[in-house]
């Protein structure tokens, strides 16, 4: 009887164990889906997706910067692959020109967005507003809009505290 308690606590203490280690392995902060594409997506004035170093950084303006544990789903990356795709991102030039003699103020600086993907590596740099001739303005627009649109439907984006004040 006494071998049976033993066995039977000891077979639940097994499962204890086993649940504990699967309920750490599947948190948030620690597991994530592989990042086959990579972006490094610097926009506004301090706005920083990175998924090299599976990072977000979000302007607070007058607080300064939060950086936080940021990761794309392989559906996420997936969409913005397609999009990036359709749009020839790979083929843009290095440098796309803000538009000949219109200025935007207050100017963040450029804007800088760097995707790899199987071997495949493009940094694309711009300023506002862009140069409609440039032949890609409408592209770059699109796939910047969807990377945005998927960083602010995250929860991880909306538990950030928001932004205090703003650049004049």
């Not at 303006?61 to 999009?83: A, N, Y």
């Not at 030039?93 to 993907?117: F, Q």
């Not at 300023?127 to 910047?144: K, M, N």
Request: include cysteine; aromatic fraction near 10%.
């Amino acid at each position: 009887m006494r071998s049976m308690v033993i066995l039977v606590l000891s077979c639940a203490l097994s499962l204890f164990m086993l649940e504990s280690c699967s309920s750490l392995s599947d948190a948030p902060d620690r597991q994530h889906d592989p990042q086959t594409l990579k972006i490094l997506y610097q926009y506004g004035f301090r706005d920083e997706l990175n998924t090299f170093a599976g990072t977000y950084q979000k302007d607070l303006v007058l607080d300064g910067t939060v950086k936080v544990p940021f990761w794309l789903s392989t559906e996420e990356q997936d969409t913005i692959l397609r999009k990036a795709m359709a749009v020839e991102f790979f083929s843009f030039p290095d440098m796309i020109p803000a538009e000949p003699g219109v200025s935007v103020e207050p100017h963040s600086g450029p804007d800088m967005l760097r995707l790899e993907y199987g071997g495949t590596e493009k940094t694309v740099r711009w300023s506002y507003p862009l140069d409609p001739t440039s032949g890609c303005t409408g592209g770059l627009l699109e796939l910047t809009g969807l990377i945005r649109d998927v960083i602010e439907s995250k929860a991880e984006y909306k538990s950030l505290p928001a932004a205090r004040g703003g650049y004049l």
